[in-house]
């Protein structure tokens, strides 16, 4: 039934209102995907990247956008214009706005009931399914409430009470107990044993993935976030299109309903190293996922809610007009396809690019990295002191002074540059398709958007 608050509102705004409450289906199969950090300029790379150099279409825009509505969502913490993850997360989950670094947590103090929460009392099934870490900022605003994204102990207790029905990502370190590979931890609990105890399965790699039963399921993959796409040994560490597939197998066996939180975290990673063959390999990625949701769509039309957005813009990145060289009467030279084709060359993503010259890079180390990884690149005399001297480029770029180099130099051999290593403040788009999508459309802040979901979750045609 609609809560009473609910019915107040609608029926203040009149019988028309109410009665459209009334007939709006309610979905049943909510996806939420977050392509953190994402932006439009770089969403709009990928999109020419698959058209030019792969020949393909884009999910995204040509089917989700599309068909569908589009909107805009703000960004700003309720203590900064420009927000980090937790608290924007914390804004899409809870409709309220949240200090930078709080989980679940309104500004004022309320706890943030998340739209996960509300779904589960629903008796929907829930999903957590990240690229990043399991316990990060954003896939753990849907389900835990703390003051601090650090306190990853907080986190998985409160993982463990919750109980979502699947659990995938990163982060395995912190479930192994001290001594243990990989481990981080400096105490003897063992964190994997309890969520075991619990009746969740366990996945440590692609093949048991594929493999997993049982009535809950916990896949940790890597150790810390996992890899990009470039790094990544496909035949052991599943991509998030992967991730998905299972997922979807996994929630989707006996009707019940669910709702997944599905987040590419590599987007976000990728435009702090300023790392543009990366970035859109991660949201091809995240596309070909989306692309399964849509598949699923199509066979539940009425039923399904697909959403597709960001928590915050990272990098600014996007192609641009430059000059040739620093002299002021230089000829502009304009970005083209063939430059798309120069970010389809790039063989691995700039981190590892970065660890192959070492901490203290010598010239010679420098000069084999653009023979061996950068072909047909140039590399700029004040790019190369830089990186001798382990200068960062600029005040606003810092995450990794190498990598954000290299990013640099990408950028002067292919008109795609950045306007920072570190978050902005712009809006995000927000696609929705399927039942409820329309009120996804427009200009809205960012806590609109857990308040539609609830309202639909609260429909009186939803179960």
């Known amino acids: 039934m609609l809560g009473r608050l609910t019915i107040a509102a609608l029926a203040l705004a009149g019988p028309t209102a109410l009665a459209r409450a009334a007939q709006e289906p309610a979905p049943k199969y909510i ?6 950090g994402g932006g439009v300029g770089g969403m709009e790379i990928a999109r020419s990247f698959n058209r030019v150099v792969h020949r393909e279409g884009f999910t995204i825009t040509d089917k989700i956008m599309r068909e569908g509505s589009l909107g805009l969502l703000t960004t700003q913490a309720a203590d900064s214009l420009t927000t980090d993850s937790a608290a924007a997360a914390t804004a899409l989950s809870g409709g309220c706005k949240a200090n930078i670094g709080a989980l679940g947590i309104c500004a004022d103090g309320r706890i943030a009931k998340s739209v996960m929460e509300r ?24 389900v835990s409430h703390v003051s601090s994204r650090k306190d990853f102990e907080a986190i998985l207790d409160q993982y463990l009470r919750a109980a979502p029905d699947l659990i995938l990502g990163g982060g395995r370190e912190q479930f192994l107990p001290a001594g243990r590979p990989e481990s981080v931890r400096k105490d003897g609990k063992d964190r994997l044993a309890e969520f075991t105890a619990r009746g969740y399965a366990y996945a440590s790699d692609k093949t048991s993935l594929t493999k997993a039963s049982g009535a809950k399921l916990l896949g940790l993959f890597t150790p810390g976030e996992m ?16 991730m998905t597939r299972a997922a979807i197998r996994f929630l989707g066996r006996d009707g019940r309903g669910f709702m997944a939180f599905i987040e590419n975290e590599n ?42 957005t960001s928590d915050h813009d990272s990098g600014g990145v996007g192609f641009t007009l430059a000059l040739e060289d620093l002299r002021i009467d230089s000829k502009r030279v304009s970005a083209n396809e063939e430059d798309l084709k120069k970010i389809a060359a790039i063989p691995i993503s700039l981190r590892k690019a ?14 084999r990295v653009m023979r061996d990884v950068f072909k047909g690149f140039t590399l700029a005399p004040d790019l190369k002191k830089m990186l001798l001297a382990g200068q960062p480029p600029a005040r606003n770029f810092y995450t990794d002074p190498a990598a954000n180099v290299l990013g640099m130099m990408v950028a002067n051999n292919t008109q795609v540059y950045w306007s920072s ?8 788009f927000v696609a929705a398709l399927g039942a409820g999508a329309e009120r996804f459309r427009g200009y809205q802040d960012n806590t609109d958007f857990a308040k539609h979901l609830f309202a639909l979750l609260d429909n009186p045609n939803s179960k």
Do not use: C, N
């Open 31 to 36: 996806f939420i995907f977050l392509a953190d």
């Open 119 to 142: 779904a589960r009392e629903k008796g929907l099934r829930a999903a957590l399914v990240t690229t990043s870490t399991v316990y990060d900022a954003s896939p753990a605003a849907f």
């Open 227 to 242: 890899s990009f796409d470039l790094d990544r040994d496909a035949d052991t560490e599943p991509s998030l299109f992967e």
């Open 267 to 308: 987007t976000d990673t990728a435009g702090h190293l300023t790392d543009v063959a990366s970035m859109v390999h991660a949201y091809r990625d995240f596309d070909r996922a989306v692309a399964l949701a849509y598949e699923f769509y199509l066979s539940h039309r009425r039923e399904t809610l697909i959403l597709v």
């Open 354 to 367: 970065a660890a192959m010259l070492g901490p203290r890079p010598t010239a010679e180390a420098v000069d």
């Open 421 to 428: 290593g570190g978050h902005t403040h712009q809006p995000v």
